[in-house]
């Protein structure tokens, strides 16, 4: 920690340890790099996040940078975006990338899965409305495919189509003459995802140890 | 049953036979070589020179010409022997499923050894290190290559590089050195053997052997992580098991005095150079194979020849130059499967792989065959019950010791810790095979005394781990609950979120600032994509090599391949029966960027599952899309159409073609382009017709099942809502019997699956005026152009 942390950080960190389960280091590197980031101000926005030059190559880089700014990610039981964030909602994305602590509780262990799949779901699901439907999905498959280059977007369309008929007809079976699908919903989505180890799997490792260094001339 | 017995009794009958004949030929040759009496030279003259010599008796009209063909001969049967015997084996599925085929294999292999023992007094076929080490291990160790799974294994790496290179060296250094301090304790008695020896000993019996782990686990689905462990580590510690090999025999051979610092760390200099050397050379044939495959589009016939020339080339070059053939042999397997996947025609990929699995599994049947034969030879036997005892006990114990030494350092660093199970298996994995044999048989006897007794404990110890634990293998893993591997394939939706994943982890590892796992996976994979493809594919490979897009393109040829085969099952592949009055016209407008987008997705290479018939429908170029007039409906995005048209045209065949030509392998297409033009006009206008009464009602509905759930209910789909009210619906009643699931012209084959990719259909053709109507998922779901597509492709499964 730099000299510009004040004794006060010190505790607000030891708080935020607590409620996120990170350890001191990593909030403090994590600190760091939102200084680095945010040029040394209090709040973050989304054209500092949109600057990272390592983004550029990114497929899905507007949704990602957008979950930042999604109140629904930050712990809050609103939904719509904010301008800016601040360190302590930065966390609070990132613990959605921890690790699965060892000797979890069954229960435990499947709310860590419902956050990040909420998190997930969240960054489908654009306008809030609790289900992804087919222009949500397709927008989202057409981002991912897009860099692919050999894609057109027409045939990720078709693709994205092909994915969403799927979910509908493993998660809704069969279906009346009349009822839609409206859109996956997030237990839909959760059923979608059962087979996936996601609590191992969307794992960033939070070194212990400052690596923002070693990519000099890449950040920021 | 009784069929079973009589194939079984005949199969026997026919070893026997086969094999006193050979044994009989090899005596009656010996027999022609002993007694060169004039007669018989004389006889020989006579069909060389064909009434030359002077003291013949007679033309001869047949000869037995033994030695011609001796070599060749003995190959070829003893293949055909090995062949038969698998055959043997697979007789009984119950029996394999409880022991694994290796060990059936060599009880018969056991058996032919007495035979011929019987016959000969003296064991005249013997699995000889040359021709294990040339002829019958590189194939298995390619294929090996060849199909590994990538992205699992360099995930993997990490570990697997710390099992094979640590643990192997762990097994040696212990088993060699328990061996030698029980020698000094006198558990062995007196034999001629010193420390040097043992540790040759330990280093060669250390060794994981891939083909017993492939055997054997073949039978047993372990999850891909703890599997991918185990082979990874077979295959990577031949460069261990060579260095120490070699550094041990070379000691051995200089002597005990001669041995100081410069030797142990040229020793450790060697091994490098071996590991990184052999994997130099099996990654620069990679990038030769590939290349190669870039350029031979006009012999694509010989084009899978290339590949295992070249694989074999690789192997050998690495054993020319003292580096580790093995490694070499897979890293080329490794690296090139990508790029000629893709640059090679479907037809190719498919000879490829389906040679690569004939040679490598024919080797493995002739491998384990021989290794029964070579123990029936009591010359190699000598018995020492202390050496063969203690072998097997260290070998056991230092084996699980070793993993779970290595395991527990190992999961402070892993990102998914291996389990206690994980770790149990892989331990009780560690099978040793004939490469353990082949070795040993390779040593000096002058200077190994006790080569014979070294020989006898190898083959024990190999017996021990193929059969025994090879047996025990499926009734621990289920014993201890071990995860297995999937067994559905992912659904599409899956593969996406895969996708999405990876993307945001790196995304997130990037603003976070870290350097991971994924950061690296990231770099390399941009490297990859702009480099290496661009140096190693074909261009028109190039483009089509998207993961994702591959499997969508699968699904689309799996469709259309059923709606094929519906539309001869029932006889014809029309589908337009009745005239509409649907006031749609069409007029042809983006002809030009059809036309561009068919080739591309049709594109003749992709992905390793070929399918058979896609030549057939290469030729698909119905150059119509569909535009409709925007005076007549507000069209909201005609690129929709053109889209998701794509397929259907794919799938469409012209009424006319059909009519005069009806072949169950031969579908040609359409090229009259005024036709197929008013054909889809028809669809068109068909399609529209269902929508606009589809609108009457409420949505419709859609049932569309993926191929993996297979129930047998009708479908629901165009259900109801059209055949009630479009009375002058397009398709006609017929094709909604059909749809109608299990009754009706399907059949039970309708009741199956709507294999999903109906998809398609969907929102392009969607009457875009009562779309705005209807909430904007809907379109997904607008079943009643599903209804109208081909619903054969509701079939089968294939």
Known sequence: MGASQSAGTEHEFQDLADRTGFSLEQIGNINKRFRQLSNNEETLSREDLA???????????????????????????????????????????????????????????????????????????????????LEEYRRVVEELLSKAGTIGQETAKAIADAAMLEVASTTRGKMEPDEFYEGITFENFLQILNTFDIETRMHVRFLHMDTATLRCGKSK | MAC????????????????????????????????????????????????HGSSISGIQIVTFKWHHVEAPYLIALWILVAGVSKMVVELNHSLTSVIPESALLIIIGWILGGIIYGADKMQTFTLTPTVFFFYLLPQVILDAGYFMPNKLFFSNMGAILVYAVIGTCWNAAT?????????????????DIGLLQFLLFGSLIAAVDPVAVIAVFEEVHVNEVLFIMVFGESLLNDGVTVVLFNVFDAFVSLGGAEIDAVEIIKGIISFFVVAFGGSLVGIIFALLISLLTRCTKNIQIIEPGFIFILGYLS????????????????????????????????RSVTTVRYVMKVLANGSETIIFVFLGISAIDPAVWVWNTGFILLTLLFIFVFRFIGVFLLTWILNKYRLVPLEFIDQVVMSYGGLRGAVAYGLVAMLDENKFKEKNLMVSTTLIVVYFTVMLQGITMKPLVTWLKVKRAAVTELTLAEKIQNRTFDHMLVAIEDISGQIGHNYMRDKWHNFEERWLCWFLMKPSARKSRDYIFNIFHQLNLKDAMSYVKEGERRGSLAFVRNETKADVDFNKKFRASFSEIMPDIMADNMGPDHVPLSSILQDIVPSVCLDMHEQDLTMRESEDFNAHHLLQQHLYR??????????????????????????FQRTMRSRLESFKSAKMGVAPAKKIQTKHQKKDKPQKMPNGNSSDKSKNHPYGDKDFEFSEGDGGSGGEAAGDLFPMRAYRVEAGIVNPAFMAEMDPMDNMQQIPHVALLPQTLNSFDT
């Open chain 1, 51 to 133: 600057s990272i030059p390592a983004l550029d190559n990114n497929p899905i880089r507007a949704q990602i940078i957008n979950a930042f700014f999604d109140k629904r990610n930050l712990h809050q039981n609103e939904t719509g975006t904010v301008q800016e964030i601040g360190f302590e909602e930065f966390l609070m994305v990132m613990t959605h990338f921890r690790p699965a602590a060892m000797g979890l509780t069954e229960e435990e262990r499947e709310n860590l899965r419902r956050e990040k799949l909420r998190f997930l779901f969240n960054m489908h699901d654009t306008d809030s409305d609790g289900t992804i439907n």
């Open chain 2, 4 to 51: 079973r017995t009589c194939l079984w009794l005949l199969g026997t009958t026919f070893f026997t036979c086969t094999v006193r004949l050979v044994v009989e030929g090899t005596e009656v040759g010996a027999t022609q070589e002993s007694h060169p009496e004039p007669g018989v030279v004389g006889s020989n003259h006579s069909q060389a020179g064909g009434g």
């Open chain 2, 175 to 191: 088993v060699g050195l328990g061996l030698w301090g029980c020698w000094l304790g006198g558990a062995m008695g007196d034999i």
């Open chain 2, 315 to 346: 192997y050998l070059t690495a054993e020319m130059l003292s580096l580790s053939a093995i490694l070499s042999i897979v890293f080329c397997g490794i690296c090139c499967q990508k790029y000629i996947n893709a640059n090679m025609d479907e």
């Open chain 2, 654 to 679: 012209g009424r006319k073609q059909h009519r005069h030509r009806y072949s169950r392998s031969h579908l040609e297409t359409n090229r009259d382009e005024n036709e197929v033009q008013e054909i």
